[in-house]
């Protein structure tokens, strides 16, 4: 739960900051912010993916997870999925407060980083993909906050709820993850970062969550690599 933690704090402090701040932070110091954030995830994306024992099984995961991912249209899903939430919500009462909430958990609680975050926290115990979560997020916050007021603060329930659940259950579930499965579902994880990383950095637009069901391949295709 350390990075869930971690996570938490830096969206309060973050959105604190916005409340104090306003709109008097610059879009060039946001910008250059963004660009470091989006360096030190490729970074740390490539750390994870080269703890592969077995390359094949990850590119395999990919390939396989992308197909299904595409199918399912997991990325555009998601999106839809926030759209229809903050209509609904500016449908309904026209909250500020409302809104605010429910616009900042779904940039901070739906998205690869989240699941991948709170599952290495959970398995190994790092909590470093976290941790720069906690950094884009507390900007994130702070820009929030500026425009939507204090419902976004509120958003810290949504997070210790959301990702502190995901990373308990995985940490129970430890049990069942050899080694080796952990080093593979660490790498297909890896690349994955790799992809937010150049989506931070404005240079592709990756549709990172379609890759999400790599991480269930992953497993399953080293299983049978081992049985072979």
Known sequence: MTGTLINAGAVAVGGGAGLLLGSRLGERPRETVMDGIGLVTIV???QMALRTENALVVLLAMLLGALVGEWAKIEDRLASLGDALRARVRGT???RFTEGFVAASLL???GPMTILGALDDGL????SLLAVKSVLDGFSALAFASTMGVGVL???VTILV???AITLLAGAAEAAFTAPVVAELTATGGVMVLGIGIRLLGIRGVRVGNFL?????APLILAIFQAV
């Open 154 to 156: 509120f958003s810290v």
């Open 213 to 217: 069901p790599a991480l269930v391949f």
């Open 44 to 46: 740390l994306g490539t």
């Open 108 to 110: 901070f609680c739906v």
């Open 162 to 164: 959301y990702q502190g």
């Open 124 to 127: 190994r115990g790092d909590y």
């Open 93 to 95: 009462d026209g909250s």
